[in-house]
């Protein structure tokens, strides 16, 4: 059965590279890259900070416990963690122009990490494990965000609610949004959820406006749920109270550890959503930052987030522990569309006028 993460790196984003054959001593000696991108940090000054702040948009306090425990063993460094929803990059930019920086940003949504790189909150920074080869960078946003996840959208649906008839449906875009889930269809409204942004973006440049559009009065048509998190939306699922969702791949992972009865199909095409993380320029404790970003991205970051997730790591070193993957019912998508245009501010407010006029939220 192909692993997800062999998936991921068959159909990378258009312009992924190594950056250098550069080296990272792991006593963060500094060294600079060919791209001017700082790979190295003092791990004593690190650890004399004591502690980095990350703000992500990704995962809940339960899956991210076993990393700030890794973390802290690893390193004596402490995880502070702050769970964002909505426009995280409004966020930061306030919090910067106070002087209150977070130290690490994770982000999802390609307007908002495009945004923090063109203005200036981001510094340049390359981890050990993408001067490795371990991690493959993405051309669009390095050196100053790299990959920490990658997932592809889809439908999960509740086995209790959907038929194998109506499951069959599930998959093409055109026959999807089927009347049956009036009332008990979800997704993630992509005013609050970036991945769910990004992925509509993708969408309406695979599609074309004219198809885009019509996708999304079908999508009405169904008066969906919108939630500002995929983890009440997955719980909500796995419940019955709602029949189908759209949504992530990885998204299922908790749900289905718990023995929901949830399935998923990729969607065809399926749109790919990334999550990256970033270091602060204005970070508090910007040593502490890139020894989190370094370790977080390493072999044991990642077999925690793998862990965290039941998703598939970046890392090619990490050990996978997908579990959706080995499910008899599992399909890897056969058909994705990925990111080749970062939306401009005026895309991006456009999207989602258009999402919220004719979908809701």
Same mark, same amino acid.
């Given at each position: 059965?192909?692993?997800?993460?062999?998936?991921?790196?068959?159909?990378?984003?258009?312009?992924?590279?190594? !950056?250098? *054959?550069?080296?990272?001593?792991? =006593?963060?000696?500094?060294?600079?890259?060919?791209?001017?991108?700082?790979?190295?940090?003092?791990?004593?000054?690190?650890?004399?900070?004591?502690?980095?702040?990350?703000?992500?948009?990704?995962?809940?306090?339960?899956?991210?416990?076993?990393?700030?425990?890794?973390?802290?063993?690893?390193?004596?460094?402490?995880?502070?963690?702050?769970?964002?929803? @909505?426009?995280?990059?409004?966020?930061?930019?306030?919090?910067?122009?106070?002087?209150?920086?977070?130290?690490?940003?994770?982000?999802?949504?390609? @307007?908002?990490?495009?945004?923090?790189?063109? @203005?200036?909150? *981001?510094?340049?920074?390359?981890?050990?494990?993408?001067?490795?080869?371990?991690?493959?960078?993405?051309?669009?946003?390095?050196?100053?965000?790299?990959?920490?996840?990658?997932?592809?959208?889809?439908?999960?649906? =509740?086995?209790?609610?959907?038929? $194998?008839?109506?499951?069959?449906?599930?998959?093409?875009?055109?026959?999807?949004? =089927?009347?049956?889930?009036?009332?008990?269809?979800?997704?993630?409204?992509?005013?609050?959820?970036?991945?769910?942004?990004?992925?509509?973006?993708?969408?309406?440049?695979?599609?074309?406006?004219?198809?885009?559009?019509?996708?999304?009065?079908?999508?009405?048509?169904?008066?969906?749920?919108?939630?500002?998190?995929?983890? $009440?939306?997955?719980?909500?699922?796995?419940?019955?109270?709602?029949?189908?969702? !759209?949504?992530?791949?990885?998204?299922?992972?908790?749900?289905?550890?718990?023995?929901?009865? +949830?399935?998923?199909?990729?969607?065809?095409?399926? $749109? !790919?959503? +990334?999550?990256?993380?970033?270091?602060?320029?204005?970070?508090?404790?910007?040593?502490?930052?890139?020894?989190?970003?370094?370790?977080? !991205?390493?072999?044991?970051?990642?077999?925690?987030?793998?862990?965290?997730?039941?998703?598939? $790591?970046?890392?090619?070193?990490?050990?996978?522990?997908?579990?959706?993957?080995?499910?008899?019912?599992?399909?890897?998508?056969?058909?994705?569309?990925?990111?080749?245009?970062?939306?401009?501010?005026?895309?991006?407010?456009?999207?989602?006028?258009?999402?919220?006029? +004719?979908?809701?939220?």
């Amino acid at each position: 059965m192909a692993r997800p993460g062999k998936l991921w790196t068959a159909v990378a984003f258009v312009g992924v590279a190594i !950056l250098c *054959a550069c080296s990272s001593s792991s =006593n963060g000696t500094s060294s600079q890259s060919s791209t001017g991108s700082v790979t190295g940090y003092s791990m004593a000054a690190a650890k004399q900070e004591g502690t980095v702040t990350l703000y992500t948009t990704l995962g809940s306090p339960q899956a991210f416990a076993e990393i700030e425990s890794d973390f802290k063993k690893a390193t004596g460094i402490t995880l502070v963690i702050s769970r964002q929803s @909505g426009d995280t990059l409004q966020r930061w930019q306030a919090d910067a122009a106070r002087r209150n920086s977070p130290d690490v940003v994770e982000l999802s949504d390609a @307007g908002q990490i495009e945004g923090a790189i063109q @203005g200036g909150l *981001a510094a340049k920074f390359t981890p050990a494990a993408v001067v490795s080869g371990q991690i493959q960078p993405i051309s669009l946003f390095a050196p100053y965000a790299y990959p920490t996840n990658f997932s592809a959208f889809g439908f999960a649906y =509740n086995t209790n609610r959907v038929t $194998p008839a109506q499951a069959k449906l599930l998959g093409s875009w055109s026959t999807s949004f =089927n009347s049956a889930f009036k009332g008990s269809f979800g997704t993630d409204d992509p005013a609050l959820v970036g991945g769910m942004a990004s992925a509509m973006w993708i969408m309406k440049n695979a599609l074309g406006p004219s198809a885009y559009t019509a996708m999304l009065n079908s999508l009405a048509v169904l008066k969906p749920r919108l939630y500002n998190s995929n983890v $009440p939306m997955m719980a909500a699922l796995a419940s019955g109270d709602l029949s189908v969702v !759209l949504g992530r791949s990885a998204d299922i992972s908790a749900e289905l550890q718990k023995g929901a009865p +949830i399935k998923f199909v990729y969607a065809d095409p399926a $749109p !790919l959503s +990334i999550g990256v993380i970033m270091v602060a320029k204005g970070a508090k404790h910007p040593q502490a930052a890139r020894a989190f970003e370094d370790w977080y !991205l390493s072999v044991q970051g990642q077999e925690d987030w793998c862990k965290a997730y039941a998703t598939s $790591p970046v890392n090619a070193k990490a050990p996978d522990c997908a579990m959706m993957a080995q499910e008899s019912w599992y399909q890897t998508p056969t058909n994705t569309v990925q990111l080749t245009k970062v939306p401009s501010a005026s895309d991006s407010a456009a999207l989602l006028s258009q999402f919220k006029q +004719i979908v809701g939220g």
